[in-house]
């Protein structure tokens, strides 16, 4: 039986922790088409389908903006 020191645990522990934090890779997205029309409607259904998403995450009316504007 191999004895390990409390750092080594440690180490390990941390690394694997960090690889189950990573994110997960999302396909990419599919090629807009050589159409300005067809184009045209894939980026509006894609900001449509972003508006979507957006919409399911919960923002308390609380939040505050991330920057501050001054005239």
Do not use: C, G, W, Y
């Not at 020191?5 to 599919?30: G, N």
């Not at 184009?39 to 389908?49: F, M, T, V």
């Not at 979507?52 to 609380?62: G, I, R």
């Amino acid at each position: 039986m191999s004895k390990f020191t409390r750092r080594e645990i440690a180490a390990a522990l941390s690394t694997s922790a960090v690889l189950l934090a990573r994110p997960q890779v999302q396909a990419p997205a599919p090629a807009l088409p050589a159409n300005p029309d067809e184009e045209l409607k894939a980026s509006r259904a894609q900001l449509h389908d972003n508006a979507e998403q957006l919409d399911k995450v919960p923002l308390p009316m609380s939040a505050e903006p991330a920057t501050i504007f001054k005239a």
